[in-house]
């Protein structure tokens, strides 16, 4: 159901609603920057709009099936449990924020969103692989629950850490930064970024 939804929609409709003068959305340039990923920024899109066919939304739409997480067997499957609050999504998020030098707790879907947008706004290498990072981490929660909802074998999290490092080594290859700096010498180490 969220696939048709996804590929129904146009990227230049998004777009146009994103940036219309009278809806100034505050988000936008979290998920839409110059190294974005278009499927992670649409898949970021439509879980902060609360788009996505999770089963409680299926459920409330008349729809019967399996109450329980496909990621942890909870009983909760609401976007709040899935994203931050389900024990393999925290499990991935802490791993990727520690591998982007920062050492905390996760917070809610509402904290995660608001501190992301208020403090991921500098054009350093730490602050590009967060926004990659939080974009990514939506698509890949996002893609395992898709796959347990409808039956498919769930990505171990190792596989999602290995999976996105190679993403974000192809985004960033080639790109220029100081790699002397202590910080981004660690964060090449840590993602396995190549001159
Ligand atoms: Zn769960």
Redesign the pocket.
């Known amino acids: 159901m969220f696939l048709a939804i996804l590929r129904s929609a146009r990227t230049g409709d998004i777009w146009s609603e994103i940036t219309r003068r009278d809806c100034r959305i505050v988000w936008h340039k979290l998920i839409w920057f110059p190294l974005h990923v278009p499927k992670y920024a649409m898949v970021a899109w439509f879980a902060i709009l609360n788009r996505f066919a999770t089963k409680d939304r299926l459920r409330r739409m008349g729809t019967d099936m399996d109450s329980?997480?496909?990621?942890?067997?909870?009983a909760?499957?609401s976007k709040n449990?899935?994203f931050f609050?389900?024990?393999?999504?925290v499990r991935v998020w802490s791993v990727v924020l520690g591998l982007c030098g920062l050492d905390r707790s996760t917070l809610s879907w509402d904290q995660e969103l608001d501190w992301a947008v208020s403090c991921l706004k500098d054009k350093c290498l730490t602050v590009k692989l967060l926004k990659l990072a939080w974009n990514a981490f939506i698509y890949c929660i996002w893609e395992e629950c898709y796959m347990g909802l409808f039956g498919g074998s769930i990505r171990s999290q190792c596989d999602i850490f290995y999976s996105l490092k190679e993403i974000f080594g192809f985004i960033l290859y080639g790109r220029k930064f100081d790699r002397t700096d202590p910080t981004n010498a660690k964060l090449c180490i840590e993602w396995d970024l190549l001159d």
Do not use: Q
């Open positions: 329980v997480c496909a990621l942890c067997a909870d909760d499957k449990h899935i609050e389900c024990a393999f999504s």
